[in-house]
């Protein structure tokens, strides 16, 4: 079973940038579509922005004009970067990924990366 990992998250001062990423942990073939969600503590799982397989990505107007998803196919990694850090992108953040895995097509979320915005 493909499985999701995320990394990046950590500590970040508010005006500043982050990049996560996230990966399989096995060899897969293809990505095919890309998203990453965020939980702030005690809110509701919001979509933070997201990667289709054709067409344009789409942004969280919360976070419109200073995010950028994209992915690199060559080493199957999928990115957020974060640019203008605020105290309220404080969140643990979530990657799904889909495509074609050693066993055929896969989906996966991850468990999480948390990102603390503080001065």
């Known amino acids: 079973q493909v499985q999701v990992v995320e990394s990046g998250g950590g500590l970040a001062q508010p005006g500043g940038s982050l990049r996560l990423s996230c990966a399989a942990n096995t060899t897969i073939d293809t990505i095919t579509v890309m998203v990453w969600r965020r939980q702030a503590p005690g809110k509701s799982r919001e979509l933070v922005a997201s990667?289709?397989?054709?067409?344009?990505?789409h942004y969280a107007d919360s976070v419109n004009g200073r995010c950028t998803i994209f992915r690199d196919d060559k080493t199957k990694t999928g990115y957020l970067e974060l640019n203008s850090l605020k105290p309220e992108d404080t969140a643990v953040y979530y990657c799904?990924?889909?495509?074609?895995?050693?066993?055929?097509?896969?989906?996966?979320w991850g468990q999480g990366t948390q990102v603390t915005v503080s001065s």
């Open positions: 799904f990924l889909s495509g074609r895995g050693p066993e055929g097509p896969f989906g996966s």
């Open positions: 990667e289709p397989v054709s067409g344009r990505a």
